[in-house]
């Protein structure tokens, strides 16, 4: 089961809300990801999570803060948002040991800020 | 630093011809290649991989790419495509660390 679920699948919100997004997996990956894709794009990275540590953070603004509460679930917190934070955010995981550079990505959140 | 290209934005053929989306990248040091899909309002799924051995490998749904180390490409190819095979296809490496390097992508467009 290669399976990571992201929640949820579309957002609308304001420039001054608060809103979180949610990715899961259940397939015992240790590293998990979030990504930044624009229409017509290719995805681009924001944040790694490595055993549950931030370990690359790509300059994204303060405005986006993640989380990585246990293995298996991982958060992205928006505040303060701007119109050309819209985009489609993907999550991604992989597992440990020799195949730990494959990322397997959910389904993604399509956000768009008003 | 690492950089992918591939070479044709959009690539249209008609229902069962064959089709070969070209991906090259530069690095002067091993990598690993992957082949990610992207249909419309969805997330990417991984087409193939090549980590190591074998230098031709076999993925979903019929396609297979081939790892050139002294062309420094990997090419994606399928015999004969299908109308579902539209979609946005993406070429990355990554020299390990979790920083995958994507190209632009390629739309690939089956017409019947």
């Known amino acids: 089961d290669t399976e990571v679920t992201q929640t949820p699948k579309h957002l609308v919100m304001g420039m001054t809300n608060k809103k979180s997004l949610k990715c899961e997996q259940h397939?015992?990956?240790?590293?998990m990801y979030w990504y930044k894709q624009k229409a017509k794009k290719p995805p681009e990275l924001m944040f790694v999570?490595?055993?549950?540590?931030?370990?690359i953070n790509e300059s994204v603004p303060s405005r986006f803060s993640p989380e990585c509460p246990n293995s298996s679930l991982l958060n992205l917190h928006l505040h303060a948002l701007q119109p050309e934070d819209s985009a489609l955010y993907l999550c991604?995981?992989?597992?440990?040991?020799?195949?730990?550079?494959?990322?397997?990505f959910g389904p993604g959140t399509r956000l768009l800020v008003l | 630093a690492q950089s992918v290209t591939q070479l044709d934005s959009q690539v249209p053929v008609f229902e069962e011809a064959p089709v070969e989306l070209r991906c090259n990248y530069s690095?002067?040091?091993?990598?690993?290649l992957f082949w990610y899909v992207q249909y419309p309002n969805q997330g990417l799924q991984l087409l193939l991989k090549?980590?190591?051995?074998?230098?031709l490998v076999k993925g979903i749904n019929g396609f297979e790419a081939e790892f050139n180390k002294s062309q420094t490409s990997f090419h994606l190819r399928k015999p004969s495509v299908h109308i579902s095979d539209t979609a946005e296809y993406f070429c990355?490496?990554?020299?390990?660390?979790?920083?995958?390097?994507f190209g632009q992508g390629t739309e690939l467009s089956v017409k019947p």
């Open positions: 990355a490496v990554t020299l390990g660390g979790g920083k995958l390097i």
């Open positions: 090549y980590l190591s051995g074998s230098t």
């Open positions: 991604a995981s992989s597992p440990p040991g020799s195949e730990g550079e494959t990322q397997y």
């Open positions: 999570y490595s055993y549950e540590k931030l370990s």
């Open positions: 397939m015992g990956h240790r590293a």
């Open positions: 690095s002067s040091v091993s990598v690993y």
